[in-house]
């Protein structure tokens, strides 16, 4: 299984990006997806999770409201629109998927991650 993020960049405080998430590979016909996000010595952290089945979206209390993830079944894409983006979102962004019914919120769930996508926000 492969992951393939893109979509990152240097942009202003306040502007928008749109991050994508490209899953190829796949035996299993079923995957829940998230993203998570690593500043420069910081742990990793949860941002927006978008499990398989159902409309419902879990964001992180920092980028609720302001991100929203979405998918693509038929393209295998998940999404991460961003906007009004801040200094604090400055970090790489990966993307991951799990197929197991384990916490969606639990890290270690996430059997399969992207490379990671850098996000720059700046003044």
């Known amino acids: 299984v492969q992951l393939q993020a893109s979509g990152g960049g240097l942009v202003q405080a306040g502007g928008f990006l749109r991050l994508s998430c490209v899953v190829s590979g796949r035996t299993f016909s079923a995957y829940d997806t998230a993203w998570f996000r690593q500043a420069p010595a910081k742990e990793r952290e949860l941002v927006a999770i978008m499990p398989w089945r159902g409309d419902r979206r879990l964001y992180s209390d920092s980028v609720r409201g302001r991100f929203t993830i979405s998918r693509d079944k038929a393209k295998d894409t998940v999404y991460l629109q961003m906007n009004s983006l801040k200094l604090e979102d400055t970090a790489v962004y990966f993307c991951?998927?799990?197929?197991?019914?384990?916490?969606?919120?639990?890290?270690?769930?996430?059997?399969?991650w992207g490379q990671g996508t850098q996000v720059t926000v700046s003044s």
């Open positions: 991951a998927v799990k197929s197991n019914s384990g916490r969606l919120e639990e890290i270690s769930n996430y059997e399969y």
